[in-house]
């Protein structure tokens, strides 16, 4: 079989499976951004044709949460505001940064989330009171949070699914159902944001973000449309194994 057939199909399952984990929770950045760099692109570049990826997986997500539903566009819309300030600074700082720089912090914040995967904080939050709305104090500390957010999801993404779940279950004591539904919907809406900078900067890989974005589309439905039981201990451990190979290939630890 042609080497390109074999890369593109490569590139379809990546996608597949990173949109069902981050559909679920998070870190399916952490196979597809080191694999486009592994494939020769620019890290600018690969930061931004992994976005297209996001965007069609996160609407894709939100589509179908919101059939079964679970939609709350007000307090999505509330908090994707800061975050998608935040995304258009955190863009524009990853567009500037040298390869080997952008690379090597890559490399920490892979490992950083891998520790996220491993403890899941979000599950020792989940006694807490529910809220439906954001008023007072709380929907200041919430636009706060989410500029946070906004910025390192700009800046970077991979991971950014966990953070938000955190932030989330600490902000509104939803449950997992109802935070991954709004995490979909403000992603998708401060990602379309982020990757209008890449795009203007020429820093997107058209054809496997698309492709990319086929597999991510595909990945988030199923994701959506199944909880993760059985498997979970499973799942988590290849991602950490494939964390810790990506991240030191990204340091040079090993060729």
């Known amino acids: 079989m042609d080497s390109l057939i074999v890369k ?4 379809y399952i990546a996608g597949t499976v990173a949109g069902f984990l981050n559909t679920l929770g998070g870190g399916g950045s952490l196979i597809t951004l080191p694999l486009l760099i592994f494939m020769g692109l620019p890290s600018a570049t690969a930061n931004g044709t992994n976005r297209i990826a996001l965007v069609a997986q996160n609407i894709s997500a939100t589509a179908n949460f919101r059939r079964k539903g679970f939609f709350y ?11 998608v300030i935040g995304s258009i600074i955190g863009s524009n700082i990853a567009v500037s940064l040298e390869d080997d720089i952008f690379n090597k912090v890559l490399g920490v914040v892979m490992i950083m989330v891998m520790t996220l995967i491993i403890t899941r904080p979000e599950k020792k939050l989940l006694n807490m009171e529910e809220i439906e709305e954001l008023t007072g104090k709380r929907q200041i500390y919430a636009m706060i949070a989410f500029l946070v957010v906004g910025l390192y999801g700009g800046f970077i993404q991979a991971g950014v699914g966990f ?47 698309i492709l990319l974005a086929l597999g991510n589309s595909t990945g988030a439905f199923i994701g ?11 799942i988590r451990m290849v991602i950490v194994a494939a964390v810790v190979v990506m991240a030191g290939k990204l340091w040079g630890l090993w060729l």
């Open 163 to 209: 953070i938000i779940i955190v932030s989330l279950t600490l902000i509104t004591g939803m449950s997992l159902v109802k935070i991954n539904s709004l995490k979909v919907f403000i992603v998708a809406i401060y990602t379309i944001s982020a990757l209008s900078v890449f795009v203007i900067n020429g820093n997107v890989n058209w054809g496997l973000g």
């Open 8 to 11: 593109y199909i490569f590139v």
């Open 224 to 234: 959506s449309n199944f909880a993760v039981q059985k498997g979970d201990r499973v």
């Open 73 to 83: 566009p007000k307090m999505a819309i509330l908090l994707a505001v800061p975050a």
